[in-house]
């Protein structure tokens, strides 16, 4: 197994990137991307023609090469990378084709639409020597760095907590989709709180519920109890449909520890009851969101440097989705081995890439395949 991926070493001019997928997220990377110098924006793609044309008048660049194959327009304008902005289904063909052709890609979460989508990413990613880094883009968060800093001064972390209470009206899909709480929103939790604590998900026990006024069809509330690889217990526990007195859109947060507690509302400082020394002011500014991954994706192709979201790493955070869903339905406690075990056979049954499913088959056991370092060539 290696997750070695191949470098692009600066040259003084930014890295020539096309965006797939120009929909409401598509529109704001493209603008992430016309902001950023470390970059250029040489086209879009989307199957809807007319989408990507608008996009990039929006853009007030009429001129823009767009297309509706992303190999093919990478090779037309010499695209040296891939921003894969689809909607979950798309992820994999997407993905697939770009790597193939020999791109690196960042993908918006989840990785894939299943787990077993996700491994034969990596597979994919593993097999070209290419670098796929999923955008999980509330890691990118000065203060959610803090709160894993100040953390660090509590001794023994037992207890991660994030509480999720907001009401939108979004219409169109979210509102008919089953889960649409764990599905479409619980995942940036889910990573954020493998990134507080440093550990990947062992179990959870979930359940699942509809308030009597819940404008959603599927359940818009759920509560989750995760345990973690380093014995702590995770908590969520939010909904899509409890208006007032409102959460941030990252949750709010208590991290439990032997020597005192951190508390972060998701918007401000996070707080601790234990002193530290120095302040958060020194701390290294991760850029904000989508910009901070855009950032961290070509430090990476120039530097060999392993980014938050490299494939390998980023598929447990949609198992703990997939893991949790699975336990809402059954109403038993979900094992992430077991869960992982079966994705791994749907992906292998699945795969019709030969090399891809002998890459696959090559792996001794999930855990110790997605854990692998990934080093620069
Ligand atoms: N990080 C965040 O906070 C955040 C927020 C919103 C959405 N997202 C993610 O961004 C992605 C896109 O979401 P959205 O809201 O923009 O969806 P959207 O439906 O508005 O747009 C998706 C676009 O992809 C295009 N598309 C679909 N299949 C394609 C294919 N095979 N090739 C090329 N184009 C294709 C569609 O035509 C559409 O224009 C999803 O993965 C979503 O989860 C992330």
């Known amino acids: ?144 760095i803090s709160a894993k800093r100040l953390s660090s001064s509590l001794g023994s972390v037992g207890i991660v907590s994030a509480e999720f209470f907001k009401a939108p009206h979004f219409g169109g899909f979210r509102d008919a989709m089953d889960h649409p709480l764990l599905l479409d929103m619980a995942i940036h939790q889910f990573d954020m709180a493998r990134f507080l604590l440093d550990a990947d998900p062992v179990s959870v026990f979930c359940e699942e519920y509809n308030p009597s006024w819940s404008w959603y069809r599927g359940d818009a509330g759920s509560t989750a109890i995760f345990e973690m690889t380093g014995g702590e217990r995770f908590v969520f526990t939010g909904s899509w449909c409890s208006p007032g007195q409102e959460t941030s859109w990252n949750a709010s947060w208590r991290i439990s520890g032997e020597h005192g507690t951190v508390l972060w509302d998701g918007d401000n400082e996070p707080v601790s009851s234990v002193p530290v020394s120095g302040n958060a002011a020194g701390l290294e500014d991760p850029g904000q969101e989508i910009a901070g991954s855009l950032r961290d994706f070509v430090s990476a192709i120039r530097t060999g440097s392993t980014p938050m979201g490299q494939v390998h790493q980023n598929i447990m955070s949609l198992a703990m989705v997939e893991a949790a869903v699975l336990s809402a339905s059954t109403g038993a406690r979900v094992s992430v081995d077991s869960l992982l075990e079966d994705s791994y056979q749907q992906a292998i049954l699945a795969e019709r890439d030969p090399a891809v499913l002998e890459i696959l088959k090559s792996w001794t056991s999930v855990r110790s395949a997605l854990a692998g370092q990934s080093v620069a060539l």
């Open 1 to 144: 197994m290696s997750t070695s991926f191949a470098t692009i070493p600066d040259d003084g001019a930014p890295l020539r990137v096309i965006v797939v997928g120009a929909g409401g997220m598509g529109r704001a990377w493209l603008r992430t991307v016309e902001e950023s110098p470390l970059v250029e924006l040489a086209g879009i793609v989307d199957l809807d023609l007319k989408a990507a044309v608008e996009a990039a008048a929006s853009l007030g660049r009429p001129d823009l090469a767009v297309g509706d194959r992303t190999a093919r327009l990478a090779s037309d304008v010499g695209a040296q990378a891939v921003i894969n902005v689809t909607v979950p289904a798309a992820h994999h063909p997407v993905t697939t084709e770009a790597l193939a052709a020999g791109l690196p890609v960042l993908g918006e979460k989840p990785v894939a639409s299943t787990v077993a989508q996700g491994l034969s990413l990596a597979a994919a990613a593993e097999l070209h020597g290419q670098l796929f880094m999923v955008s999980q883009s509330r890691r990118y968060n000065r203060h959610l």
